[in-house]
């Protein structure tokens, strides 16, 4: 009689227990899940961005061929930044093992170094959808060009984005630099001369001289931010002198465009297009 007992409370403070998880999965909106594996296109959006942000799950993407589609794909990962509503596209094991031996990312990204703007935050992406390249500033230079280049005419990326950023320190450091010693890094240097900022910093001040010059011409506004819209539209202007992007943006096929990363917001504003 006792065990019978015993089982009968036990059954009970189980079954209470089960209710009360029920419950609580209730009032917080999610819907009881079976155990075996849900198939996500019959879930509410919500459940399924959770299950997708714990068990890596991400529903298949079209390739994306043409640039104007490659950038609404960018902002709307870039909405769901700012809103906080994270997919965390193509992160999972799955993902990682498709891409191992071959790759198609529909963006370029070029950025700063800056820690607080990683591109692959910022817009919401994951493992082979956007090939980054970034320097202080987004100085260019021979490396950074042909980097560009071998993604449009080697993986055949539809998209540059070249992408600035608010209270930008590089460009920040530039203006002192010029303001207060004429900085700057010649690689025509004499033996024994030296540029104002230490080892090849000052080829960064260069890279930014002709931007935060074109801003003190403007006469208004905040410096470093004029500096950096410039500085964004420049190497727009730059990168499409490159004979292999100029043919590739002519057909069509490609577009380089200038944007702004806001610090306090997340969000991206196209400067350029």
Same mark, same amino acid.
């Given at each position: 009689?006792?065990?019978?007992?015993?089982?009968? /409370?036990?059954?009970?403070?189980?079954?209470?227990?089960?209710?009360?998880?029920?419950?609580?999965?209730?009032?917080?909106?999610?819907?009881?899940? &079976?155990?075996?594996?849900?198939?996500?296109?019959?879930?509410?959006?919500?459940?399924?961005?959770?299950?997708?942000?714990?068990?890596?799950?991400?529903?298949?993407?079209?390739?994306?061929?043409?640039?104007?589609?490659?950038?609404?794909?960018?902002?709307?990962?870039?909405?769901?930044?700012?809103?906080? /509503?994270? =997919?965390?596209?193509?992160?999972?094991?799955?993902?990682?093992?498709?891409?191992?031996?071959?790759?198609?990312?529909?963006?370029?990204?070029?950025?700063?170094?800056?820690?607080?703007?990683?591109?692959?935050?910022?817009?919401?992406?994951?493992?082979?959808?956007?090939?980054?390249?970034?320097?202080?500033?987004?100085?260019?230079? +021979?490396?950074?060009?042909?980097?560009?280049?071998?993604?449009?005419?080697? =993986?055949?990326?539809?998209?540059?984005?070249?992408?600035?950023? +608010?209270?930008?320190?590089?460009?920040?450091?530039?203006?002192?630099?010029?303001?207060?010693?004429?900085?700057?890094?010649?690689?025509?240097?004499?033996?024994?001369?030296?540029?104002?900022?230490?080892?090849?910093?000052?080829?960064?001040?260069?890279?930014?001289?002709? &931007?935060?010059?074109?801003?003190?011409?403007?006469?208004?506004?905040?410096?470093?931010?004029?500096?950096?819209?410039?500085?964004?539209?420049?190497?727009?202007?730059? =990168? /499409?002198?490159?004979?292999? =992007?100029?043919? &590739?943006?002519?057909?069509? /096929?490609?577009?380089?465009?200038?944007?702004?990363?806001?610090?306090?917001?997340?969000?991206?504003?196209?400067?350029?297009?």
């Amino acid at each position: 009689m006792s065990e019978n007992i015993l089982s009968r /409370r036990d059954f009970l403070r189980l079954s209470g227990a089960t209710a009360l998880t029920t419950t609580l999965t209730a009032c917080a909106g999610y819907p009881p899940v &079976a155990e075996s594996n849900p198939d996500p296109d019959s879930m509410p959006p919500h459940v399924a961005q959770a299950l997708s942000g714990a068990g890596g799950y991400s529903a298949p993407e079209k390739p994306v061929t043409l640039p104007q589609d490659a950038l609404q794909r960018l902002m709307e990962g870039n909405q769901r930044f700012v809103a906080n /509503r994270f =997919l965390d596209p193509n992160r999972s094991p799955q993902r990682r093992s498709a891409v191992a031996h071959s790759q198609q990312p529909f963006a370029t990204i070029l950025g700063c170094v800056d820690s607080r703007v990683p591109p692959e935050l910022v817009f919401d992406r994951g493992l082979g959808d956007l090939l980054v390249i970034r320097s202080a500033g987004e100085v260019l230079d +021979e490396a950074v060009i042909g980097s560009i280049e071998f993604g449009s005419f080697e =993986l055949k990326i539809p998209l540059i984005v070249v992408l600035g950023h +608010e209270r930008c320190g590089a460009v920040k450091a530039a203006i002192d630099a010029l303001e207060h010693g004429g900085g700057g890094h010649r690689r025509s240097k004499k033996k024994g001369e030296h540029s104002a900022e230490p080892g090849d910093i000052g080829y960064i001040v260069e890279g930014l001289r002709p &931007a935060i010059e074109k801003a003190q011409s403007w006469g208004m506004g905040d410096l470093a931010e004029n500096a950096m819209r410039a500085n964004v539209s420049l190497t727009v202007q730059r =990168l /499409r002198k490159s004979p292999v =992007l100029s043919a &590739a943006e002519e057909s069509g /096929r490609l577009k380089i465009v200038g944007a702004r990363y806001d610090l306090d917001s997340g969000a991206v504003e196209v400067l350029f297009s």
